[in-house]
């Protein structure tokens, strides 16, 4: 029997099971894997075990692995072997145990590790608990999928590895060295990631770029000491001056980047996904309107979700230089400094866009100043392309189990480890995630909606066979 | 005997009474006259008390008036009144008999208030002590040419009321409110100060105009919270660009400051000043290289000797926003912050200009975005007439001096009780002093040449007799 041939079974023991798979949720969810205060440190040692358990039983060779932090558990359910001849990808999935800390603790309305079902005033269904969403509800949707499918086929759809870390919330920062030492054992044909939103709660939606990052910081001397700018002013170079003529210069009068060259690499959209983004209605007033804003301030003749997502960006993130206190002091200081930070898409390449960068400031600093640079991250973007046939299959199985197209979005910040993934791996990543704009993540309060984890996982389970094809 | 028909005596007699002089300027400089040190609340009230005694002695009306900090030492030689038919003006001398802190006290080779004469290797006499120069020795150098007179014709040669005060060097903070207090009494028609420098050891000078100053605040606002810029960036506007934006466009290309009428009221400077001030041969290199520059960053086409002194001038003093401390943050923040002053010169309206610039900004900030602003300073700039009789007279009698033309030179910086005689009293200062750019004002090790000190009083009996006519 085929994935496909079984799906139906698979469904229909997804939705009779759902009390069960919702027990087992709360299981987890009752552990305090609080990542970043050590005192938890046993908690999350303990979630840890009991996720391998978990995937022990599924028939998942599975194995604790310690780091430098908390445990890495992994499960593998083949031999990693590509199968012969077949058109199924081998899976890497990956998700975390940890959650984030539950204070200020008197905002929650029920105790965050006392996880239960609430029902709202318009009919929804919500678990509360901290990490119903981020991720333990998340990652328990792709779970309790295979589980599914090996209840009914008595086996796994495709050649599954899993990989759930512990410091997801504390910045992974065991993560990256861990990959590149099991690089072999974790590369895989494609890495699925239930860690993201939908569109909203209709809209599936899959993330199919991540922005990339060059932060740079300028560091501009001009006077070798602070002057009077009664006895100096007008003769000597201010460094504010410099650096805002500088910064004034990143921009065309149309929104776009001046530094020459910069964009290089950047696609534009194929024709139906511009579509399909600008069938969301995302405005500007929608967007920027909680934020007390209204206009959108990037390139024009760009959607706003074009400009928050899919395309470049450069943008100061810090400024200081003289005089900053109260009142006045007539100073022309001799040092000033700026952050910036450009967002990169596509195939944007970071060395070529830092050079490109310093080169343009250089260019504009007078010949009797010196200017110094710092360089915090240089990251590509990440992308899937679109004709990447894991994509549609997993488009196709989103639309049916919802009734609406699903939806490729780009994200407009960066999820260090899909890039680690691609460069360290050479695997691309689909990240498929059913969490709502008001999970309250990383807040009191957090919750899942009942709707999206039951969905959440009929979806991986739709995904599954489809890529099992 | 008119003062003129007198002089020949009374630099003969100066230069016999100099060891005298001297002695009575050491009688002073022993006293710690310390202004911002509460401590030495006694040695002010003293000095004030040996200045007024002092000129009782040269048939000065003498008061020490009390006001909320140090006392003001005022001497009358007249009743006030115009002198009938007579082209004399009558002067109002002020000076200050207070002194900086001595720190860091194990600078001073010798201590700061045990004035000595010290020869140099160069064979040039100098007067070493806390306030040798600033400002008791260069209020001697008045003083002292009054007593010549004074012992020569038996009375002064003009009306002169004296004003010396103890709190310049904290402010003059209860200066302004004597002087309005006390208008009707100090009101003269012409004020002379002695409390600047030479252009150089050889070269003397008269500072003829003083920049004034408007320093405003810009606090810019544009969303309501600080933003991450992975999710906002591309859409949400940044302020530090917005300020970068207006600081860029405050310069044109030339260096000149681009707000609409910003050069209303400044002046061209005559062709024969424009020539002395030529002559005197400041270059970029001499002005800059001592604090590390080399590049005139003012006006294009203008001598830097003017971009500091007789030109108006725009700087940012200090700018702040977003993130500035270590490492990287992506932020785009809420709010920005600038300071920005500008110098004035000759009858450009601080009023005018404030708004002007109001205008300026306020132009340039979208308008989903917020702009306040606050004002420090706001004060007119102040200039003499460069067909002032009384400044013809004083030149020449300069001139005569020191066998060399003096310059007249504008001061790029505010002495903001010189404005208050103008504005409050109606009068012009001509401000003439016999400091040298290595007298270390302030600084341990003060010191006055012997010299200046000795042709200081020999230029005030001339410039007394030129001014008695």
Known sequence: MTATDALPKVLERIDRDLQASLDRLFALLRIQSVSTDPAYAPQCQKAAEHVAVDLQSLGFDTSVRPTAGHPVVIGKSGNGKAAPGGNAPRVLFYGHYDVQPVDPLDLWQTPPFEPRIKTLDDGRKIIVARGACDDKGQAMTFIEACRAFKAVTGTLPLDITMMIEGEEECGSKNLFGFVR?????????????????????????????????????????????????????????????????????????????????????????????????????????????????????????????????????????????????????????????????????????????????????RARVPADCTVEFGNFTSAPAFEVAFDSPALSRARAALGEEWGKKAVTVGAGGSIPIVGDFKTVLGMDTLMVGFALDDDRVHSPNEKYDLKCFHKGIRSWARILAALAG
């Not at 974790?186 to 699925?192: E, M, P, S």
């Not at 530094?259 to 511009?274: A, M, Q, R, S, T």
Request: net charge negative.
């Open 181 to 361: 030492d099991n690089a072999a054992e974790l590369k895989r044909d494609l890495a699925l990631v239930c860690d993201t939103g939908m569109w909203d709660a209709e809209t599936p939606s899959i993330t199919t770029s991540l922005r990339g990052l060059v932060y740079e910081e300028i560091r501009l001397t001009c006077a070798d000491r602070d002057l009077h700018s009664g006895l100096f002013g007008g003769a000597a170079r201010n460094p504010i001056h410099v650096l805002a003529d500088i910064i004034s210069a990143l921009h065309t009068p149309d929104g776009s980047v001046a530094i020459p060259n910069f964009y290089d690499g950047v696609h534009e959209l194929p024709d139906d996904i511009k579509a399909d983004l600008a069938g969301l209605g995302l405005t500007p007033e929608k967007f920027l309107q909680p934020v007390g804003l209204k206009i959108p301030a990037g390139e024009k003749g760009r959607m706003l979700i074009e400009q928050i997502s899919t395309r470049p960006t450069a943008e100061v993130n810090g400024i200081i230089g003289g005089y900053t206190g109260e009142g006045a002091k007539t100073v022309i200081p001799g040092k000033a400094m700026a952050k910036v930070s450009f967002r990169l898409v596509g195939a944007q390449d970071p060395e070529k866009i830092r050079n490109g960068f310093r080169d343009f400031v």
